[in-house]
């Protein structure tokens, strides 16, 4: 027998409603699990009763356990009726038990029993799992009539080898036994590391007087608290791999259950948790002494608070610089009372002393926005004695602030490695938010050409228009004529980005030979001259001028007038959505043409807390570490948190907010590894790691509930998948109206000319591969620049690359899909073959009702629908969902595959390799050849019933027709639905094991097969 117990110590409840009638009440918990029982003792006239008692139960079977959920039901206990009232209830899941030294003490909000129940107040659990074999099960609860008085027979005995303390042997003397069970709410929580000291809601003292409860549990000496991991029951990927919901203290207060107990005042961060740091501003120096022997000065300052220090540029020869920056240092990490600005001069071998302030920490005020930014004062140069100097005055401004502070962004952090430079501390270091350029639709036409002579007026011209919009070009199909017109009426489609910097060339091209064409003519059109429009109506074409190169001396080239012409109707599609993104995963599905846009519907809040666990991405002086930030992307804004310097468990604490038009749309958030922190000398440009990412779809989010989780970091390595640590979030999505959000559901999902002029599947992939390319190259010019591989990997740039992995994912999807009809088949089955008599007879009678009376057939359909989706609400999904491991075929997939995945396009794997992955390749589509040609194979033989293919089928087919007409004419259709059904249902005794009759001709009808090679 396992020793694995379920340990639960039922602490303290707090403002519980009042059942005596004077406001007060007389509480016991009363627990249950795998069908045992404990209770506690009663606290009497105590609104806020204290227990400390803790009780252990057996776990039958560990396997089972996450289908076993705890259960704790408050009770007031009426000494004068000698009865119960129910207070309150709260339900764990079994999935949420974690080992002793993970488990702390939570409150749960109690869960009402009824719509009508008055229910109030929190109750503090803490439960863990032990499997040490000292410790045994708590003694059973007596029978009601040894409640008072009448103690078991067995129970002394019980508790002498229970001896778990006196406090267990004070708890069994009022034990009481309930039958009832109620539907109750499940609660998982994942509290923070460490708590800061909030207002005292809780009543954690014991009674004075009270005897003090000592268990055998004790002597698991816990650590310090840490956090209480607890999981949907739902998921069947690996324990680690799966979403935690958390209970953090965040600057609003904290979060159980999805709702904020209000704290502190907090302003508009209130997702995140509040960080308190000193700022230090280092605006300018004027009239600063000399101290070089030309009587120049090369002034810098260094701020100096405990072991940090931070550093400004210098400036050469220059007695009043002007700095303007902003350091900024924890007020968690200080490590001295003083702070001092040193203003030094720049030197070749020792950098010289000019003067210094000196500020006492305790002095500086504190600046809570939306309060004005603190005027900066003037302070005199102090010489290392404290003595002022003559000449010399420094302009500051220190504060204390959070990072509400509008300097936080452009702050320079004190856990900023000193080796890196300060080009690359500006570049890429800070946090900033990017706006991706408005995408088009270019709508090319090209119709015709006239007047093309080629140079070889001996041959036939085989002429092509080839159409190109910077790195992207298309061509037509070549076309050859004898005459000097062209035509080809053939349309593009390209994506151009605003404000348009690339033009439209147009170039007609001769074909001479194989690999070499001679270009006739060409012309640039400027896309700012081209017309715009918002639907399907049409623009007017125009005709263009051709211009060709003429070569004159060498290799100059000048444009002469050409003759030639091109037909073509060209225009900006702003009435399409251009997709930028997979369109699983789209985060915005507006029209480009602003004209277009709706109000929005809501706003999300985004607080990206923390990340913990990270694993080291690469080495620094031989001990591997970790320059970790955050990239959030919804709609055409981009967010990025600024880059925490060697650190493994980062804290970010920066909330953003979106503006949300269709929450049937998916935010993103990803983790990399800053790899452009180069030392001083040394040269970067490698590419930023990804750590991994997290997509939640606004549509699975309750509104105003804040979602507080932590968020594996699965990647997909060569070697499998791999868990890169973990993503702390908290996000709430609200609505400005309810009526216009479920109006949402009635619109399209995508703008009108998606579906009045559709582009094909093939050419939308195009399209979205060249938008990726160009919001990548957009958004890598900014500064800080966000890189290439970091918007690709946001983007999901390479999804519509072949994996085998995926399509096998796919293919268990399809198959989860169908599972219900199959479901029902092989019952349908079993009621055929009266496997259960009865519930074949049950069949047989509503089956009668139903065929007697078809109206009820639909609203039975919907009822059922009805009743099967009120009964799930109990169990609706109280997260978000995240990356399922099962789900992703990643748990048993083959590591070639793996490999084939990770594979360039084109390969770079050896010959060998490739021919065995194509033979493979052809095993599978063999497969699936087989399937569909079978598939065919039945269509058609119900396609040439009718065809006189097969003469004396056919012929037997139209007879079976006619006497079909005139039996169904003359029958009521109740009579014969009702013999159909009768037939189909028959006992086994009337049925045979050899195909039916219907099934033997219909497989007898002859197919197409025969005409294939």
């Not at 211009?547 to 399409?576: M, N, T, W």
């Amino acid at each position: 027998m396992s020793n694995l117990k379920l340990g639960v110590e039922v602490i303290s409840a707090h403002d519980l409603m009042g059942k005596d009638g004077q406001g007060s009440v007389s509480a016991f918990v009363e627990l249950h699990f795998d069908g045992q029982k404990f209770r506690t003792t009663i606290k009497e006239k105590d609104i806020n009763p204290v227990w400390n008692e803790r009780f252990y139960f057996n776990i039958s079977d560990p396997s089972s356990l996450p289908d076993c959920p705890l259960e704790a039901y408050v009770y007031h206990f009426s000494r004068a009726a000698n009865s119960k009232t129910f207070l309150g209830k709260v339900r764990i899941a079994g999935t949420s038990f974690v080992p002793f030294n993970d488990a702390v003490d939570l409150h749960y909000p109690l869960e009402k029993r009824g719509i009508f129940s008055r229910v109030k107040g929190e109750l503090s659990l803490k439960v863990f799992l032990t499997d040490d074999p000292s410790i045994r099960a708590s003694v059973p609860p007596p029978a009601l009539d040894s409640l008072f008085g009448n103690p078991a027979p067995n129970l002394a005995a019980a508790q002498a080898q229970q001896a778990p303390g006196p406090g267990i042997a004070a708890a069994a003397a009022n034990l009481f036994q309930e039958s009832r069970t109620d539907p109750v709410r499940t609660f998982q929580h994942l509290p923070r590391d460490s708590w800061p000291p909030p207002q005292q809601y809780y009543s954690t003292a014991p009674p004075v007087g009270e005897p003090s409860v000592r268990y055998a549990a004790d002597e698991m000496k816990a650590e310090p608290p840490r956090v209480a991991r607890m999981f949907s029951s739902s998921s069947q990927q690996p324990v680690d791999f799966q979403l935690k919901e958390t209970s953090p203290w965040l600057g609003g207060g904290r979060i159980i259950g999805g709702r904020m107990i209000p704290g502190e005042k907090a302003g508009a961060f209130d997702l995140v948790e509040k960080m308190e740091y000193l700022f230090i501003r280092v605006v300018k120096a004027r009239d600063l002494p000399a101290k070089d022997i030309t009587g120049s000065l090369d002034p810098y300052v260094e701020v100096r608070l405990g072991n940090y220090k931070g550093t400004t540029r210098h400036f050469e020869k220059n007695q009043n610089p002007e700095w303007h920056q902003v350091f900024a240092f924890p007020r968690e990490r200080l490590q001295a009372s003083h702070v001092e600005i040193v203003l030094k001069d720049k030197d070749l071998v020792k950098d010289d002393f000019v003067g210094m302030v000196r500020l006492d920490i305790n002095e500086i005020p504190t600046r809570v926005p939306p309060d004005s930014p603190l005027a900066p004062e003037w302070y005199r140069l102090e010489d290392k004695n404290r003595e002022k100097l003559s000449k010399g005055e420094l302009m500051l401004a220190v504060w204390h602030g959070t990072q509400a502070d509008e300097s936080f962004a452009y702050a320079t952090h004190s856990d900023v490695i000193p080796s890196v430079d300060a080009h690359t501390l500006s570049n890429y270091i800070r946090a900033k938010v990017y706006h991706a350029p408005r995408l088009w639709y270019v709508r090319v036409n090209i119709i015709e050409a006239h007047d093309v002579f080629p140079s070889d007026k001996s041959r036939v011209p085989d002429l092509y228009c080839k159409a190109r919009i910077g790195n992207h070009m298309l061509r037509t199909k070549p076309i050859q004529s004898r005459t000097a017109n062209f035509l080809w009426n053939e349309e593009f489609m390209f994506v151009a980005a605003e404000p348009f910097e690339d033009d439209l060339i147009l170039s007609v091209e001769d074909r001479i030979a194989h690999n070499k064409d001679e270009e006739i003519g060409r012309v640039h059109i400027p896309l700012t001259s081209i017309d715009k429009r918002i639907d399907d109506r049409m623009i007017r074409s125009r005709w263009w001028n051709l211009r060709r190169p003429v070569v004159v001396d060498l290799d100059q080239l000048k444009e002469d007038k050409f003759s030639s012409k091109i037909h073509a109707r060209i225009c900006l599609d702003g009435g399409y959505h251009v997709l930028d993104e997979s369109t699983q995963y789209s985060s915005d599905l507006r029209p480009t043409a602003k004209q277009l846009w709706k109000q929005p519907i809501g706003l999300l809040e985004l607080g990206i807390l923390n990340a913990n666990g990270l694993h080291p991405m690469k080495t620094r002086d031989s001990r591997g570490t970790c320059d970790s930030y955050c990239v959030a992307k919804y709609g055409h804004k981009w967010v990025r948190t600024r880059t925490i310097v060697d650190e493994m468990n980062p804290r970010f604490n920066e909330q953003y907010t979106w503006d949300v038009y269709d929450h049937a749309t998916v935010i993103t958030v990803g983790v990399f590894d800053n790899c452009q922190l180069v030392e001083k000398g040394s040269s970067g440009g490698d590419k930023d790691v990804k750590i991994g990412k997290v997509r939640i779809r606004l549509s699975t989010l309750e509104t105003g509930r804040i979602y507080t989780n932590s968020y594996p970091l699965l990647v997909l390595h060569n070697s499998g998948v791999k868990k890169m640590g973990e993503l702390h979030l908290a996000i709430r999505f609200s609505v400005t109206s309810m009526v216009n959000t479920m109006f949402i559901y009635t619109k399209p999902l995508l703008p009108k000319m998606h579906y009045v002029r559709p582009l094909p599947i093939i050419q939308q992939e195009l399209l979205r591969h060249q938008a990726v390319q160009i919001v990548a190259a957009r958004l890598s010019r900014m500064e800080p620049p966000l890189r290439r591989e970091v918007v690709e990997y946001l983007s999901d740039a390479h999804s519509h690359l072949w994996s085998m992995r995926r399509s096998k994912a796919n293919f268990f999807r399809l198959m989860t899909v169908f599972s219900g009809l199959l479901a029902v088949g092989k019952w349908f089955g079993e009621v055929c073959a009266w496997k259960n008599p009865i519930t074949t007879v049950l069949v047989h009678i509503l089956f009668i009702m139903l065929v007697c009376f078809p109206e009820l057939i639909l609203p039975t359909v919907f009822l059922y629908m009805f009743l099967i989706g009120v009964w799930n609400y109990r169990f609706r999904p109280r997260y978000p969902p995240h990356m399922n491991t099962k789900i992703s075929h990643v748990e048993a997939v083959h590591p070639d595959e793996l490999d084939e995945e990770f594979d360039t396009y084109p390969t770079s794997r050896s010959p060998e390799i490739v021919r065995m992955r194509y033979d493979r390749l052809r095993s599978v589509a063999g497969r699936i050849q087989t399937v569909v040609g079978d598939i065919a194979t039945q269509g058609e033989r119900l396609h040439l019933l009718l065809t006189w293919r097969d003469p004396r089928a056919t012929a037997m087919f139209l007879v079976f027709c006619l006497c079909a007409a005139v039996v169904v004419y003359v029958t009521p259709f109740q009579i014969l639905a009702a013999a159909a059904g009768f037939y189909l249902m028959r006992h086994p005794r009337f049925r045979h094991k050899m195909p039916s009759v219907p099934v033997n001709f219909f497989r007898r009808l002859p197919a197409r097969t025969d005409s294939l090679l």
